[in-house]
């Protein structure tokens, strides 16, 4: 674009991350002797990376999860702009609360919804992150995934991550059994009880507060209990 003035405006798009150097010369003719320019200018490679940890990798359904969000710019140089992190929440995981555990200077808002949490934050300096974290409730079983995404004006490619908790439920088998088959009136027989929780080797979900109850029929009194193996699983 050539200006009243005699300056030119040159806009340049879609150019890679490396340096440039523009060359500007007029010519001389019958009114200017011959003058040159000459700058450089450098677009850097802005670069997110995203992770995201829940707080525990096991628990029971109808529990709260918090999900921490550490968001990087791992350029060199060069900060990230407008950078847009959405949060996506399953069915499975619904959402309670979010927050900011370090802005390290940016502006940040979120929009929350029942699908997830958007989150628009101002900037990222090179080399900085940004904290977030989001509480969820969990409503289903098995593992279920916390999906997030990230990106910025200056590298629209979507960063991803995703956080995994796995939900299950406790299961409790119990097996009672006696040291003899047969016995004679007024003797005495030790029956043993066994409460395993079969669902530990499966998602590692302790069985808190167990209780066990021992209702003895007619013919039967208690001499003695205890516990032969206390059980830590």
Do not use: M
């Amino acid at each position: 674009v050539t200006k009243t003035d005699g300056s030119i405006t040159i806009e340049f798009n879609s150019l890679n991350a490396g340096k440039y150097t523009v060359d500007a010369v007029h010519n001389e003719d019958r009114y200017y002797k011959e003058v040159g320019n000459q700058n450089s200018f450098v677009i850097y490679d802005v670069v997110l990376n995203v992770t995201k940890t829940p707080d525990v990798h096991v628990t029971l359904n109808d529990s709260l999860v918090n999900f921490t969000i550490v968001v990087k710019n791992t350029a060199d140089a060069g900060n990230a702009t407008n950078v847009n992190l959405t949060d996506i929440l399953p069915a499975t995981l619904i959402f309670e609360k979010c927050g900011v555990v370090n802005a390290n200077g940016a502006h940040i808002t979120n929009t929350t919804r029942s699908s997830g949490v958007e989150w628009s934050i101002s900037n990222i300096t090179a080399g900085k992150e940004v904290i977030l974290w989001i509480q969820v409730r969990t409503n289903g079983l098995g593992p279920l995934v916390n999906n997030v995404t990230v990106y910025c004006d200056e590298n629209a490619t979507k960063a991803n991550a995703s956080g995994v908790v796995n939900v299950g439920p406790v299961i409790l088998e119990i097996n009672k059994t006696a040291n003899v088959s047969e016995v004679t009136y007024n003797n005495l027989v030790n029956f043993t009880i066994t409460v395993n929780n079969t669902n530990a080797n499966g998602h590692g979900i302790d069985a808190n507060n167990v209780t066990v109850v021992d209702v003895l029929p007619e013919g039967l009194t208690v001499e003695d209990a205890g516990v032969v193996t206390p059980g830590i699983v």
